[in-house]
């Protein structure tokens, strides 16, 4: 049996608070002229200034463009162009954006010429990502050396027409996740494993995978995993996935104790749209599969069998590395050829304690801090309330490879969103090839940081060029 590479959770959220971020903001100042004048905020991103004419816009545009060239040299500004609205907008001429508190004194100044109805401000808008109310806490998908630079990536695309399959213990209903998960499959032919009274059916449902008498509660270990790749984004709601735009085919491979090898296996098969003979095929082939389980032992012949025939269907098969501090080729399928086997970092930048290592690790992502950390210290995503049997949505913190696995799953749905015809091994030569530095961690993280918005740059600049 292989057991998830899950650290337990830490604590179930049970309230949610909302936390409104914006980029910039306008408020109106009186003017001494009938022009009306919209400054920028303290926090805005001004990329130029728009100014509305009261009639003829050609005649303005001339005498403005005289009086800008004139003070260029200290306010940095130029005519650009006349708008398809008939506005005319200044701007500096090298795309840079201009102070808050030069904006502002040029557009009171403009206010006062003669022809000009309005004057405001063009603000510089990013995606809108953050009014899901636990984003704050998302600290795995900043721009800074600990994160992934998710938003960067997401200028470019969100994964949209992008399936990745999640191989665990299947699914929850949450709302986080509504729309986002297609038909999957019960892989686990144990009934008492399965936990629903019969062996393989086309109901991936999690019923839980507590053991009486254990102690030990549902992990719920398959929701979490999904919502770190796909939950909704800027829904008001929960967390965001990596790659909302992406859906997810649940494969059921874990239960009560963990899964069989050959049940996973043979689950890698059918996710990729292979043929398993008595089952109907996938209808829907996925170009990404997530691992976030394995065992002690070497690869074996019927995993490495498994994930050539996924390959060969062109799809990408990241695993996790395991979560005992030590070498990860003794893993498997962390050492089996062929993956993207990852590896944990904290939010300080460096190995998680737990993380497993060695020359087998490709790359790092975020799995969090484990157990001393504190919960904000790790990975937010979606679960059930249920300790035992599903009772409702709910969210937590975990920790593991487990979860540092599914961000670079998302990832690479997001890299072949950019470039679609990209080969297994040029998806993983992508992600290698444009990671951030992981200077304190000297025992085997491989390449280095996940970086979702160079990875996703990269990949975006391959697909133009074929």
């Not at 704050?136 to 200028?155: E, F, M, Q």
């Not at 297609?182 to 062996?199: K, M, R």
């Not at 394995?294 to 269907?313: N, W």
């Not at 737990?354 to 904000?376: L, R, V």
Request: net charge negative.
């Amino acid at each position: 049996m292989l057991a998830r590479f899950l650290r337990r959770p830490l604590a179930a959220a049970t309230a949610l608070f909302l936390v409104l971020s914006t980029v910039g903001h306008a408020g109106t100042a009186p003017s001494q002229s009938a022009a009306r004048v919209a400054l920028a905020g303290d926090d805005a991103e001004v990329a130029g200034i728009v100014v509305e004419p009261a009639s003829d816009s050609q005649s303005l545009a001339a005498r403005l463009t005289s009086r800008m060239n004139a003070t260029r040299a200290r306010t940095g500004l130029a005519y650009v162009r006349t708008l398809a609205t008939g506005h005319l907008l200044f701007g500096a001429s090298d795309n840079s954006t201009i102070p808050v508190s030069t904006a502002n004194q040029v557009m009171r100044d403009l206010a006062n010429e003669a022809g000009v109805a309005s004057v405001e401000p063009d603000l510089v808008m990013h995606p809108m990502s953050t009014n899901d109310p636990y984003w704050p806490h998302l600290w795995s998908y900043r721009g800074d050396g600990t994160g992934i630079d998710v938003v960067k990536a997401w200028s470019l695309t969100r994964g949209e027409g992008l399936v990745v399959a999640v191989l665990d213990t299947g699914i929850t209903k949450h709302p986080d996740l509504q729309g986002q998960i297609l038909p999957g499959y019960d892989f686990v032919s144990s009934a008492w494993t399965a936990g629903d009274g019969n062996g393989r059916d086309p109901y991936p449902t999690d019923e839980g995978d507590f053991i009486f008498g254990s102690g030990v509660p549902s992990s719920w270990h398959g929701t979490h995993v999904t919502g770190t790749i796909v939950a909704l984004a800027d829904n008001a709601l929960g967390v965001a996935g990596v790659a909302p735009g992406a859906k997810v085919v649940p494969v059921r491979v874990l239960g009560k104790g963990g899964g069989s090898g050959s049940d996973i296996a043979e689950g890698i098969i059918w996710a990729a749209g292979g043929s398993i003979p008595g089952l109907p095929d996938n209808p829907n082939p996925a170009r990404v599969i997530n691992l976030s389980l394995g065992g002690i032992g070497e690869c074996s012949e019927v995993y490495v069998r498994a994930i050539d025939i996924a390959r060969s269907r062109g799809s990408v098969v990241v695993v996790a590395a395991g979560n005992d501090n030590r070498d990860a080729g003794g893993y498997t399928p962390a050492s089996c050829p062929g993956t993207i086997t990852v590896a944990a970092s904290n939010p300080s930048g460096g190995k998680s304690s737990f993380s497993n290592f060695g020359s087998a690790i490709d790359i790092t992502a975020p799995g969090g801090a484990g157990k001393g950390g504190g919960e904000q210290a790790n990975i937010y995503s979606t679960v059930n309330a249920g300790k035992t049997l599903p009772i409702g949505p709910a969210y937590a913190s975990y920790a593991g490879t487990s979860m540092a696995a599914p961000h670079v799953a998302a990832v690479a749905a997001m890299v072949i969103a950019a470039a679609p015809t990209l080969t297994p091994d040029e998806v993983h030569a992508l992600l290698i090839d444009n990671v951030k530095p992981l200077p304190r961690c000297r025992q085997g993280c491989g390449a280095g940081l996940l970086d979702a918005g160079k990875a996703v740059e990269a990949a975006a600049a391959r697909g133009v060029r074929r």
